[in-house]
């Protein structure tokens, strides 16, 4: 019985053999592999799923101060023999307001000093604006620049008034906020003015930050929605900023006119039939968003007819044919932490607002080196034109 186990197992079996360890090492770096890769897919997609549900907070939390100014009383006197509805004029200078060289449109020119008839609802439109730009922030400049002084002349006078709005106890808050973090990052010589203390990196998630901390219900505040980990201060400005879940600031604009995700009913890029971009001589995805197109997102439609202007019942504004509907953008980079959406209008100068006018009109003209704010880019340089790997409020499911 011995001697026949010993024929079936041979004397000399010590170990396993060089082939067949690397067949073992192999079959356990595969199996590992697949095992990483469904776990990093899960993992990202966690991350996916929690910036979405950061970013509809931020919505619903955003919108509800939004839709405030559909009934906002204006802290503004007009005068009672001001007319509702405002002479027309020709705004040359694109600044929503008629200056001594514009004329008006009977043709007459101005004289000195120009009699105009603004319009009691244009006055209000105009300073309902300037609330918006001051008290829902998306740049340090905002921050910087007071209410604009209008400067009335009295019909069949020479006598001026001026017009302007308290300066919102919300705005001065923020100012305050934002002079006293920056000063506990700089030291007492900070001044949060200074780009080379509160850097404008980041300044839309910052603006919103300070937004955010303002909202409050009773004894809660809107960071109380938010996690420690989800507020952070990745440029080390003093400035913080939400944070998504790649731990990347969760960027904000107030006015995005250029931002759309998708053609309109022309089924076309951009402006139908034509090479807005001047590259290629074709409508393609370069072109999304395009100033005088019909390309828009669900929540922003940019239309003017069927999605006007809220704040413009009468239809005062001198580009009211053009203008629609604006909705806050809010937006995370995603998991490339690109932003494909501008910010600016690609001049090279940082938009200032021009107080009285929002960014979508008149619609800015394109040149080289100039784009609408809001408008999806390749910011990265990666050939993906466009913000389909953001994840925005007006479209959380656009990964």
Request: proline content about 8%.
């Amino acid at each position: 019985m011995n001697r026949i186990h010993r024929k079936l197992v041979p004397a000399n079996r010590q170990a396993f053999t060089l082939v067949e360890l690397l067949a073992v090492v192999v079959i356990i770096a595969i199996l590992g592999s697949i095992t990483l890769s469904a776990l990093y897919g899960v993992i990202g997609e966690a991350k996916a799923t929690r910036t979405r549900t950061q970013v509809a907070k931020l919505h619903t939390m955003i919108m509800y101060k939004w839709d405030s100014y559909r009934v906002r009383q204006v802290p503004l006197p007009i005068p009672g023999w001001m007319k509702a509805r405002p002479e027309d004029f020709d705004d040359d200078n694109n600044n929503c307001w008629r200056d001594p060289s514009e004329r008006t449109h009977d043709n007459i020119y101005p004289s000195t000093p120009p009699e105009h008839d603004y319009g009691g609802a244009y006055i209000r439109l105009l300073a309902l604006r300037e609330l918006m730009r001051m008290e829902l922030p998306d740049r340090i400049s905002d921050l910087e620049d007071g209410p604009r002084a209008m400067p009335i002349v009295v019909p069949g006078t020479n006598r001026v008034i001026t017009l302007q709005l308290a300066e919102p106890s919300v705005w001065k808050s923020y100012r305050r906020k934002a002079n006293t973090l920056i000063k506990s990052r700089h030291g007492a010589a900070g001044d949060w003015t200074n780009a080379a203390h509160w850097s404008p990196s980041h300044q839309g998630a910052e603006c919103l930050y300070l937004i955010v901390s303002s909202i409050r219900d009773g004894d809660t505040s809107g960071l109380d929605f938010f996690k420690e980990s989800e507020i952070g201060d990745t440029d080390d400005d003093g400035m913080p900023e939400l944070l998504d879940g790649w731990g990347r600031p969760i960027a904000f604009l107030r006015w995005a006119p250029g931002f759309a995700t998708g053609e309109g009913p022309d089924g076309a890029w951009g402006v139908a039939g034509v090479d807005d971009d001047m590259q290629n001589g074709v409508d393609d995805i370069g072109e999304i968003g395009w100033p005088g197109s019909d390309d828009a997102s669900s929540l922003q439609p940019r239309d003017p007819v069927n999605s006007p202007d809220p704040f413009d019942p009468l239809k005062v504004d001198p580009f009211a044919a053009s203008t629609y509907a604006l909705y806050p953008l809010i937006f995370s980079a995603g998991e490339d932490s690109v932003y494909d959406i501008s910010v600016d209008l690609g001049s090279g100068t940082p938009v200032r607002y021009a107080f009285t006018c929002p960014a979508n009109y008149p619609y800015v003209t394109l040149t080289s080196g100039s784009i609408q704010m809001g408008r999806p880019v390749d910011a990265g340089g990666d050939g993906e034109i466009g913000s389909f790997d953001n994840i925005t409020n007006h479209l959380l499911d656009s990964r």
